[in-house]
């Protein structure tokens, strides 16, 4: 199984943190599958950092998509929320030197994923609306319709690189209001419009 994760999917996510909005192709960086956890307290590695959350809409390939063959909603089982759990200082600098970004953002516990929600469960996949809270206040709404890769573009890209494999998971990029989250602190991810909530510690 893969973890792939899409950055700067979202124009005020992108400005926000100063990079450039990407045009022709998404930006795609990868999760170990070790870094992956449910919405309960894990292990943290530098659990005594401060890391920034980034709330996603996170699909589950449903289906294997050949090299070069195009993706779409069909090709997607499930749907779930999670957190891209990012050691922002150590990013910063590793893109300031040009280097991988693998240390700031695959280490165990930084792919938070909820429980898989069966994709037949939403009337309409493109008016997906979803926010998550820390320690009770609101710090992430996002809207699919706001992506700027939507989520065929996403598969079909994905597939240019290699095959995609039912159960591979992509992490398909963070709204605004990315910000400090530290162990410890609780947080609620939620699918909006469908009344589907999770509460978790981190
Ligand atoms: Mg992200």
Redesign the pocket.
């Given at each position: 199984m893969t973890i792939y994760?899409i950055?700067r999917n979202y124009v005020a996510h992108a400005k926000e943190l100063n990079n450039p909005v990407p045009e022709a192709e998404p930006v795609v960086f990868l999760k170990s599958e070790a870094a992956q956890r449910g919405i309960e307290s894990a292990p943290v590695a530098f659990a005594g950092e401060e890391f920034h959350h980034?709330a996603?809409l996170v699909v589950r390939v449903g289906r294997d998509i050949a090299l070069g063959q195009a993706g779409d909603w069909d090709d997607v089982s499930h749907l779930a929320l999670g957190l891209?759990v990012?050691r922002r200082s150590v990013q910063t600098q590793l893109k300031a030197k040009g280097l991988p970004w693998t240390t700031a953002k695959s280490f165990a516990g930084s792919a938070v994923v909820s429980p898989l929600i069966q994709k037949e469960m939403f009337s309409d996949l493109n008016a997906i609306i979803f926010t998550l809270h820390i320690n009770g206040t609101l710090k992430q709404r996002g809207a699919v319709s706001d992506m700027i890769f939507p989520i065929p573009s996403l598969l079909t890209y994905l597939a240019s690189l290699n095959d995609l494999r039912a159960g591979d998971l992509i992490?398909t990029?963070?709204p605004e209001g990315v910000g400090p989250l530290r162990c410890g602190d609780s947080f609620r991810l939620s699918f909006e419009r469908e009344g589907i909530h999770w509460t978790g510690s981190f």
């Open positions: 994760c950055g980034e996603e891209d990012t992490f990029g963070t």
